[in-house]
């Protein structure tokens, strides 16, 4: 009778929702405990997630071990030992850290832990290969109470093991005097610890627990999947930070009933989306592609809308102190003699790479060094969103999307010229870059860099879909092919040189741009803002406007390097340059170069495109005299994950080193030689003095 | 005299409890003005719904006749109300003429985004001239080059004073300048106030609890107790009224004194 009146399709999409949605549930449970016991919201737990469902893939598929020595290892073991080694060599270590630097450590390990975990566990996911559940024959039918949803044996056990790991950690709460602790922790951590509760353990505890729990999440998630690959594990973070998100990641409850909400939300819509297409026509093409992106559409309209997180702006963040403020950087210390060194050894340096790019290199080392030159520019958009406002912007690649899809649109449709058409693009990427800036500003922190996560998926998952971007379903496959400009005589699409020379100008261009901004009042507002925001607003500086226009800045940057990047490859290559996962890395590499200067930028460039082919695939012993292509020793060619290893680790140096690895080296070399210079002019000084 | 400031029945309530009740004050123009009260009074809660950190749950703030009740912090800076802070605020890895050219700038900074870009953003000699002649005001010119984290704290106060003069303040509002100070500076500091308020013609509401500044520095006086004012008049007569001497000293000392 009730089923009648509420009508059998809600009920149907309610049980739908409840599997995954208690899935959600769990990681979002995972994410409030870690960050309201250690302040470290944790975006790795995809990567765990991920370990752990590939850790029982691969012992019940390659080498043939029963489920529960499986569940055992991948759940049991291995997940909460990466969860306490993180917590006790890392952040532990960072507690008075501040809470975006733990967020930029996150994101470097959620880059390295994957690769390093193919590259140790040998494991590399095969299109077909489709994961199992922990029931056997997880796919059938077990059991269909009302005849209106059959549950799956998987979905089953998803709902049953879910629920009881929820169960235990509300009993553990509950009865324990560690749950009690934890839940002292969890309300006041500094409280806690003056009452004398090792506040370690307990963050320890959490941290176990939490990452049992991801990789309990990961295992029940994965017979959804066709393949086990890292990436489908972000989308189920992403999914769990809604859930977070509606308990404000610090209310258990809360991140529980938000990860329910959110399963049920999505089934619902799942449900009904097709019909409501089916009676007005301009929903049509939202019917396929909205339905993937719900989850970071729910998780920026929380974000936007919930009212309670506007609240809880200031006190989100249970843990975190104030970091240092970065210190001066090394080219502003330096003795005027040193300086001239530097320019010298410069331009002779810049010299001879443009010689031999411009003379000596074949077509390999050209294609090298614009791709080089190109992703600094798109760097330099990362130098001014985070290293000069301090802000983590996980959307970078999809503004840099933008300025290429706008080349591809307004040649392929309009026949412009395609030089034009990358700046219409970086304009289009700036204004996309202050709307979407504009209702998130406020949050800061940890909350903008999940907004634009939040965005960045949905640029993903719906925008690139639509034919006016990517050019539809069809295109994203067959090519989105980008021509490059002509400009009076030049053909930059005959020669690669010429290209490259086109390229280096327009990084210059937008390098001197960067530094004029720096220096002038807009960089300096921004540098007042990050040292004393109160301060900064008592002389006038507006914070949301000077953010919004760093922003934009920045996206402009990103747009157009991201169309000269099209016009280099020839094609958009979406999926392979501007995914949200890669753009994580981008913001990793250069972060943990240096975030605050030019060159960093252009060594991060130059890092990404000329690591893996000069130094992991052994190139560079073929500049010595006895190597030759054919007799590399046998380590080379080194995989290439070991990029995401080593700069995904790097990262962690964040918070002892904000201003980055190359930065901090920089400065220590400048101080050496500083002291000398300085202590000779003391000598010369006092020279003539002692002779008269 | 025409009012700089007027703050009409502020009332303010953070969950129930009652922060200030129908508060107004008024500041004349180049009037030195203290509003002091015992700890606990309301004080900072008054400041911060002056300044529009805090919104009141009524009331209104006039400055200069105009309503400024919906402004936000920086536009009510930009308006012409300059302040400094009871715990310092600087900005880190800056000298001391650095902190002042940023004011000075971001003050006449229109169209800021396209001077950066053409160069034009980096600072004039007539710029820097207008921030040393403020340092040289306030004694600092010597130091002009210093980065802040070497100055004292007596120094930080004066460089936070001279930031906001750069935005050529009609009114000043001073947050506990004296806190971290001792005797000697504290009295330092507010020659050097009055020496610099003597030369800019701005106002000055002092919020304060040391009662030998505000007797020495103000002119006019408001005293706050639990939110309401309960006295106002000319420094000396207030300071003398029982009622505050009641407030700020207790039964005990008033029947010994």
């Not at chain 1, 043939?64 to 060599?89: C, D, K, N, Q």
């Not at chain 1, 709307?435 to 949905?458: C, Q, R």
């Not at chain 1, 400048?670 to 006092?686: F, L, V």
């Not at chain 2, 006449?108 to 820097?128: S, V």
Request: net charge negative.
């Amino acid at each position: 009778m009730t089923l009648a009146l509420i009508g059998e399709d809600f009920v149907r999409a309610l049980l739908q929702g409840t599997p995954p949605g208690t899935v959600y549930a769990l990681i979002g449970l995972g994410f409030v405990l870690t960050y309201k016991t250690s302040g470290v919201f944790n975006l790795a737990f995809g990567a765990q997630a991920y370990i752990s469902a590939a850790m029982f893939f691969k012992a019940r598929q390659e080498w043939g071990w029963g489920i529960v020595p499986a569940v055992v290892l991948s759940v049991f073991v291995i997940a909460p030992a990466i969860g306490l080694t993180l917590e006790r060599l890392i952040f532990r270590n960072l507690r008075t850290a501040s809470a975006v630097s733990k967020l930029v450590i996150a994101i470097g390990l959620s880059v390295a832990l994957p690769a390093l975990f193919e590259l140790i566990a040998d494991y590399k996911p095969v299109a077909g290969r489709t994961p199992t559940g922990i029931v056997p024959d997880g796919s059938s039918v077990f059991y269909d109470p009302t005849g209106v949803y059959p549950f799956s044996r998987d979905e089953l056990a998803q709902i049953i093991v879910a629920g009881v790991g929820v169960i235990l950690l509300g009993a553990m709460f509950r009865f324990t005097s560690m749950g009690l602790a934890m839940r002292g922790v969890v309300e006041s951590p500094r409280m806690t610890e003056l009452a004398g509760i090792p506040a370690d353990r307990v963050s320890a505890l959490a941290w176990a627990i939490s990452s049992i729990f991801a990789g309990m999440a990961g295992v029940l998630i994965a017979p959804r999947l066709n393949t086990l690959i890292s990436n489908d594990f972000f989308t189920l973070m992403v999914l769990a930070m809604a859930a977070a998100a509606v308990g404000r990641l610090v209310s258990l409850p809360g991140a529980f009933f938000g990860g329910m909400g959110l399963g049920w939300f999505i089934a619902v819509f799942n449900t009904y989306l097709p019909r409501w297409a089916d009676d007005h026509t301009w929903l049509e093409p939202f019917k396929d592609n909205l339905t993937p992106s719900l989850p970071f559409v729910v998780l920026f309209g929380i974000l936007v809308f919930w009212p309670a997180i506007r609240r809880a702006v200031d006190a989100a963040d249970p843990l975190s102190g104030v970091d240092p403020p970065p210190p001066a950087l090394a080219a502003t210390t330096r003795h005027p003699l040193l300086t001239l060194q530097t320019r010298i050894f410069g331009v002779c340096f810049l010299g001879l790479v443009g010689w031999l790019g411009f003379t000596q290199a074949d077509v390999r080392w050209i294609a090298l060094l614009s791709t080089a030159t190109v992703l600094s520019i798109i760097y330099l958009s990362i130098t001014v969103i985070t290293g000069f406002a301090g802000q983590i912007s996980l959307c970078q690649g999809a503004f840099a999307a933008i300025g290429a899809f706008t080349v591809f649109q307004l040649v392929d449709r309009y026949d412009m010229s395609a030089l034009t058409a990358a700046l219409i693009g970086a304009a289009i990427a700036a204004v996309v870059g202050a709307i979407v800036a504009l209702p998130v500003l406020k949050l800061g922190g940890v909350w903008l860099a999940i907004a634009t996560l939040a965005f960045a998926f949905f640029f993903d998952a719906v925008i690139v879909k639509f034919s006016w971007v990517g050019g539809g379903e069809s295109a994203l496959f067959s090519g989105t092919q980008v021509p490059r400009p002509v400009i009076g005589p030049f053909d930059f699409g005959e020669s690669d040189r010429a290209f490259l020379a086109l390229a280096v100008i327009v990084l210059v261009i937008v390098s001197v741009a960067v530094i004029q901004l720096r220096e002038g009042t807009i960089g300096q507002s921004l540098r007042a803002l990050r040292s004393s925001e109160v301060a900064a607003e008592s002389i006038g500086i507006s914070p949301a406007r000077a953010r919004i226009v760093a922003f934009a800045v920045s996206a402009f940057i990103a747009g157009l390097g991201g169309a000269f990047l099209a016009m280099l490859e020839g094609d958009v290559n979406y999926p392979k340059n501007f995914s949200p996962v890669a753009a994580m890395f981008w913001l990793v590499l250069v972060v943990s170069l240096s975030a605050r200067t030019v060159e960093g930028a252009i060594q991060a460039g130059a890092a990404f495109a000329l690591f893996s082919p000069v130094i992991l695939e052994g190139s560079f012993l073929e500049w010595l005299p006895y190597f030759n292509e054919d007799n590399l020793p046998g380590i080379f060619p080194i995989s290439a994950k070991w990029r995401f290893v080593l700069f995904g680790l790097t990262a962690i140096q964040f918070a002892r080193h904000p201003e980055g690895m190359l930065e901090f080296g920089k400065r220590r070399a400048t101080q050496k030689r500083n002291d000398r210079y300085y202590a000779r002019d003391a000598e010369r000084a006092a020279a003539p003095e002692a002779a008269t | 005299m025409t009012a700089v400031l007027e703050s009409e029945v502020i009332t303010k309530t953070f969950s129930g409890i009652q922060a200030l009740s129908d508060v107004s004050i008024r500041v004349d123009a180049g009037e030195r003005v203290g509003l002091i009260g015992p700890n606990g009074a309301g004080k900072t809660t008054f400041f911060n719904c002056l300044l529009g950190i805090l919104a009141p749950d009524s009331g209104t703030v006039q400055f200069q006749g105009r309503d400024i009740s919906s402004y936000p912090v920086h536009k009510r800076a930009r308006a012409g109300i300059g302040r400094t802070f009871q715990r310092i605020e600087l900005f880190s890895d800056t000298s001391v003429r650095e902190h002042l050219l940023i004011a000075e700038r971001v003050h006449n900074g229109t169209g800021a985004f396209w001077k950066d870009l053409i160069g034009l953003g980096r600072p004039r000699r007539d710029e820097i001239d207008r921030c040393d002649d403020v340092l040289d005001l306030l004694g600092l010119l010597d130091l002009a080059d210093e980065p802040i984290e070497a100055l004292s704290l007596g120094q930080g106060r004066l460089v936070e004073v001279g930031r906001a003069l750069m935005t050529e303040p009609t009114l000043l509002l001073l947050d506990e300048p004296s806190s971290g100070l001792d005797r000697d500076e504290t009295t330092a500091l507010a020659t050097t106030l009055r020496a610099v308020q003597a030369e800019k013609g701005f106002a000055i509401l002092l919020v304060e609890h040391d009662v030998e500044l505000v007797a020495d520095f103000t002119e006019r006086l408001y005293v706050l107790d639990f939110g309401s004012l309960i006295a106002e008049g000319p420094t000396a007569s207030t300071l003398a009224m029982p009622a505050v001497r009641h407030a700020y000293l207790g039964n005990l000392e008033v029947s010994d004194g």
